[in-house]
């Protein structure tokens, strides 16, 4: 078993920056892919970011140019680095991580960005 546990949410004002990391723990082989994923009230949850083995990173297109996803191996850890917010990126933010046995997921963390 897997566990993830997300940290550094929080509220923050329009052009503001947050931090975003996921640190994992338990059964770790290795994981082909972690990545943020979001859920705004009455939407569907969204990939956000992902970054896949060999280091490739996948995008929405709502945070090009804006968030950058990175991944520290030796410490099984995931960040999302989240400048220029705006109002629309308020959300609850997931980690998730694939590995051989499964896909997992964090508790979430909430992103508030005011106006």
């Known amino acids: 078993q897997v566990q993830l546990v997300e940290s550094g949410g929080g509220l923050v004002q329009a052009g503001g920056s947050l931090r975003l990391s996921c640190a994992a723990s338990?059964?770790?082989?290795?994981?082909?892919?972690m990545g943020w994923y979001r859920q705004a009230p009455g939407k569907q949850r969204e990939l956000v970011a992902a970054i896949i083995r060999g280091g490739r990173t996948n995008y929405a297109d709502s945070v090009k140019g804006r968030f950058t996803i990175s991944r520290d191996n030796a410490k099984n850890t995931v960040y999302l680095q989240m400048n220029s917010l705006k109002t629309e990126d308020t959300a609850v933010y997931y980690c998730n991580a694939q590995q051989y046995d499964g896909d997992y997921w964090g508790q979430g963390t909430q992103v508030t960005v005011s106006s």
């Open positions: 338990g059964i770790i082989v290795y994981f082909n892919a």
